[in-house]
């Protein structure tokens, strides 16, 4: 039999009488507030820390917008509105919600590969800032323009030729679908029409990265091909996004990712590039603001054993939280953080198998995990689910009742 799998104790989360507590309230209290098991719990005050933490450690020319792919529920992105510098949006539909939230137009911007006419012309419409993707989609932009006799606002989104190394999910270099090949753009810069506004660039190399030296030397090469292009930019830019790519822990043996490094080193670029120094320096971050503020919580329907294994059958998995589970048969599954969130710090300990109710094998939230003995009615918490959690998942599959989302 192999070891059972741990976890290291709860980073954020406080518990009471080995309760969960959500914003110093407990977890059963949250849940009766629902009405419902299984759902999502965001904390609003963990957003507000980690935000502040990110101020007071990067340069104060650094803004921090808020990437709403992350977590789209309308009620966190309002949040994020008020304590962030901006949203990143990727769907019209995403674009009307951080709209509804009444930030500046301006303060949003929108990227993605695919973008129809009809999301350009909204973006157009509501004075978006449009991530050019493509040399195409810049000529349809100036085409809906003239049409609506408005003067787009936009960025060129590079794809550079470097790429950010030991990323969970590269964005750039190499043939990518996402941006215009850096070569390419000091031609397009030169020949841009008088009726399109070029009022920034956006360097997005890649994301979930725990490695603080690949993100500085991604920086270094993002604000060296920055300060070129922006020589050849017809007016000054107002911002630079250099992307995000800040990760989160999730798994045994992650080690937090350490800012301090990337901040003193983004405080030397600022200052090493002084054709970019009066432009805002924007980071682009969705999970590392959000990710660790979430929990994902079901309820022990059943307990069984089978051939000297423990199995907790729940009410909930594979359907609402995809990447916990494994993203569908994935060839090297891990264990995200799991605890039995009203009965934390319990030492009588099992060795279990948590799975979900759905009718595959694959529909695993925790596989050979020590956990705290438990029983039938029991809430089984999935830590470091606020980011990429419901929206993410196959939410209609086998037809199972979806879970819900509240903001505590």
């Known amino acids: 039999m192999k ?27 949250v849940i009766a507030r629902a009405g419902q098991t299984p759902l999502y719990i965001y904390d609003r005050q963990l957003m507000t820390e980690r935000v502040q933490q990110l101020r007071q450690q990067l340069p ?19 949040h994020m509105a008020n304590i962030t510098d901006g949203i990143d949006v990727a769907s019209h539909n995403e674009m009307l919600t951080a709209l509804d939230t009444g930030i500046p137009a301006e303060h949003i911007s929108y990227a993605g ?22 040399i195409n989609e810049l000529k349809r932009i100036e085409h809906i323009g003239t049409e609506l006799n408005l003067t787009p606002q936009i960025a060129l989104r590079i794809n550079p030729d470097f790429e950010l190394k030991a990323s969970g999910m590269k964005m750039a270099g190499g043939a990518k679908p996402f941006g215009i090949d850096a070569e390419l753009v000091p031609d397009i810069i030169k020949t841009l029409p008088q009726s399109i506004d070029l009022i920034g660039l956006h360097i997005f190399c890649g994301s979930q990265n725990l490695n603080a030296q690949a993100i500085i030397e991604a920086h270094q090469h993002t604000f060296e091909l920055a300060s070129k292009l922006a020589q050849l930019a017809p007016a000054p830019l107002k911002f630079i996004n250099i992307g995000g790519g800040f990760g989160i822990p999730y798994f045994p043996g992650d080690t937090p990712l350490a800012i301090e490094p990337i901040a003193h080193n983004l405080q030397t670029l600022i200052e090493q590039h002084p054709l970019i120094s009066n432009s805002d320096i924007i980071l682009e971050l969705g999970r590392y603001l ?28 594979l359907h609402h939280h995809l990447a916990n589970s494994g993203n569908f048969g994935q060839v090297i599954r891990k264990n995200y953080p799991v ?8 030492e009588h300990l099992e060795q279990a198998h948590i799975v979900g109710p759905s009718c595959t094998p694959l529909d695993v939230i925790a596989h050979n995990m020590s956990l ?9 918490v999935v830590l470091q689910s606020g980011a990429y959690g419901l929206t993410a998942s196959p939410n209609q599959f086998l037809s199972h009742p979806n879970a819900i989302e509240i903001l505590v």
């Open 339 to 346: 605890i039995i969130g009203n009965n934390v710090g319990n």
């Open 60 to 78: 104060e020319q650094i803004k921090i917008h808020y990437a709403m792919k992350a977590n789209p529920m309308p009620a966190v992105v309002q």
């Open 113 to 134: 590969p695919g973008k129809t006419d009809k999301d350009l012309t909204a973006a157009i419409a509501a004075n978006v800032t449009l991530n050019v993707e493509s």
């Open 3 to 29: 070891k059972p799998i741990t976890h290291a104790p709860l980073n954020y989360f406080k518990t009471k009488d080995n309760i969960l507590q959500i914003n110093n309230t407990p977890l059963p209290q």
């Open 372 to 380: 705290p003995k438990a029983s039938i009615n029991d809430y089984i």
């Open 290 to 317: 959000v990710g660790e503020a979430g929990i994902y919580v079901c309820q022990v329907v059943d307990k069984k054993i089978s051939r000297e294994q423990t199995y907790l059958i729940t009410n909930g998995g």
